[in-house]
């Protein structure tokens, strides 16, 4: 399942901002520029949509978006199966 | 609230097309999520928040039953006066042809104005017992930079007219506020006193948040806002539903300042609504027009009364002002257009 989800939150950013490779590991997306506030708007909008949830307005911090890994794991803690 | 009617500018904008010629990028998928696809922005320089608010006002005497002499107070809700003086209310007064013995006041707030001009309509039409024309009129457009990410893609013009007529049989309004002027920077428009203008004020340079606009435009830290609306406000409004002794299921709408539809969502949840039955949006047809967008979301979705509402305007102060109360009775005239 965590594998599947960590694809799918690589290819929803990679839509979003196909000119990044979000599968380089070690890479911080906030500060390294590669989300800005209106991606994390659309990507929230679009992870909102794919797993039928409502990702908490209080978790919509830069922390939660800066890998992959931290991406999944606010899915998991709002309900994303 | 007796009757209430809307104006925006004929000239429509398409977002889609406007991101792609401003920004060279598609932002379908953002402009999806913050749910602005359109916006009415007038296109004569010479055009104002009063022109919306007249031909509203206007409406409402025409076709809603109320009577220019009934008439005892105009609150103008603005902060994009003709002039700094005199007020717009009182040049209302003569350009709606009302009575001399009319007193007139204008409030300058943004985002969170139309409560507080309710508040002060209800609170004057019950010591007056006449009628209050509330206006709450923007043209954001004329400090709003379309070289801005950050705000081009918002806003829009627009104006309103209400009526509120004192009626000791209707249910009672509740009110709460609040002021934190200490954010004043989250959002903020410069031009006045504090920063004389210099001619250096009019030219459009790129900032360090990214943004290309004049010193004189709109600012927005969305980040901050956004921290506000979805952390702060939903206290204050869960403190106020458990003083009044009620909860999200129990209203038939919750009316949002049209800040942003992602955000608004992010909010109902937050407060225990249903976005997708409680909330009405016309943001994504006139994005977000400041203070006028929650009287707007009325005339433009509110097609029948809602006999119990919860409002909340929040944003610039940064403040917010939340109401319960009912709709019940409306003559709603809806949103008309005028060429300008």
Request: with cysteine; proline share 3%; charged share 25%.
């Amino acid at each position: 399942m965590l594998n599947n989800m960590k694809e799918q939150v690589i290819k929803i950013l990679t839509e979003l901002r196909p000119e990044f490779d979000f599968t380089q590991e070690g890479l911080n997306f906030i500060e390294e520029g590669m989300l800005d506030s209106f991606d994390v708007v659309s990507l929230v909008n679009e992870l909102d949509t794919k797993y039928g949830i409502s990702i908490d307005g209080l978790d919509i911090v830069p922390d939660n978006f800066s890998s992959v890994d931290s991406i999944v794991a606010l899915l998991i803690k709002n309900g994303a199966k | 609230m007796e009757a209430i009617a809307a104006c925006v500018p004929e000239n429509k904008v398409d977002n889609l097309e406007f991101a792609k010629s401003h920004f060279e990028e598609d932002m379908s998928s953002t402009l999806k999520a913050l749910g602005v696809l359109e916006r009415h922005v007038a296109i004569k320089e010479e055009t104002t928040s009063m022109d919306f608010c007249i031909a509203a006002a206007e409406k409402i005497f025409a076709e809603g039953g109320v009577k220019r002499e009934d008439i005892g107070a105009i609150i103008f809700v603005t902060l994009t006066p003709d002039c700094l003086m005199p007020n717009n209310s009182t040049y209302a007064q003569h350009l709606l042809g009302l009575g001399k013995d009319v007193a007139t006041l204008d409030i300058n707030h943004a985002c969170p104005g139309y409560v507080f001009g309710l508040w002060n309509a209800a609170l004057i039409a019950q010591n007056m017992q006449k009628k209050v024309l509330l206006l709450d009129g923007d043209i954001n457009s004329k400090y709003v930079s379309p070289w801005d990410k950050s705000t081009a893609l918002l806003f829009g013009d627009a104006g309103t007219a209400t009526v509120i007529t004192p009626d000791a049989s209707a249910p009672d309004w509740h009110f709460t506020f609040m002021s934190d002027g200490s954010n004043r920077e989250a959002i903020m428009v410069r031009l006045g006193m504090r920063y004389p203008i210099k001619t250096e004020y009019l030219e459009y340079k790129t900032w360090e948040d990214g943004g290309k606009r004049r010193f004189i435009d709109m600012e927005m830290h969305g980040r901050d806002v956004f921290d506000y609306v979805v952390d702060v406000v939903p206290e204050i409004a869960n403190a106020f539903m458990d003083e009044l002794e009620t909860s999200g299921e129990e209203y038939k709408k919750l009316v949002l300042h049209q800040a942003n539809h992602f955000m608004l969502k992010k909010m109902a949840k937050a407060i225990g609504f249903d976005h997708k039955t409680q909330m009405p949006i016309s943001m994504n047809k006139y994005g977000n027009t400041s203070s006028v967008s929650i009287p707007l979301t009325i005339a433009s979705e509110l097609t029948e009364p809602a006999d119990h509402v919860f409002m909340i305007g929040m944003g610039a102060g940064l403040s917010s002002g939340i109401a319960d109360l009912s709709l019940k009775g409306l003559n709603n005239l809806g949103v008309e257009t005028i060429k300008c």
